[in-house]
């Protein structure tokens, strides 16, 4: 999970930045990095930021403000393996809630993150196949 060497897509009603509630943001910003691979960085102000795998969104996390421990307004990440990522969250510090359904047609799980907010996980079909071959291909580059 790298990200992209392009600018953001700039385009009114776009989302595009995020803050997530926390009681601890280094240890936030070390989950998100560890289990989906976002982009840390200080910004001139030292606060820490994020930047997600394709550059597309970008947050930081604050204190002082509750979790989002109920399922209310519901944040998805896009992952190609629902089952990977699950393990990815319980091996950076996060908690599965519900399970994802490998047959079903839309694949989602959700987790609590280290603050406790309950955040979703969505499989993107093809997703897996494709970040795999670009894998390879990249890595076919760097052996020549």
Request: aromatic residues 6%.
């Amino acid at each position: 999970m790298t990200a992209a060497a392009h600018s953001p897509t700039m385009r009114s009603g776009k989302i595009c930045y995020i803050e997530i509630p926390a009681t601890d943001i280094r240890r936030s910003a070390e989950f998100y990095q560890r289990a989906f691979g976002w982009q840390i960085r200080q910004r001139g102000d030292g606060s820490t930021a994020f930047d997600d795998t394709v550059n597309e969104v970008s947050g930081t996390w604050v204190l002082g403000r509750p979790p989002a421990s109920e399922a209310g307004l519901m944040l998805y990440i896009m992952v190609g393996s629902a089952a990977a990522a699950a393990e990815a969250v319980m091996s950076a510090g996060g908690e599965i809630v519900d399970q994802s359904d490998p047959g079903a047609r839309e694949v989602v799980a959700t987790f609590r993150d280290p603050a406790g907010n309950l955040i979703g996980m969505y499989q993107q079909p093809g997703l897996a196949e494709k970040e795999a071959h670009e894998s390879s291909v990249a890595n076919a580059g760097q052996k020549i």
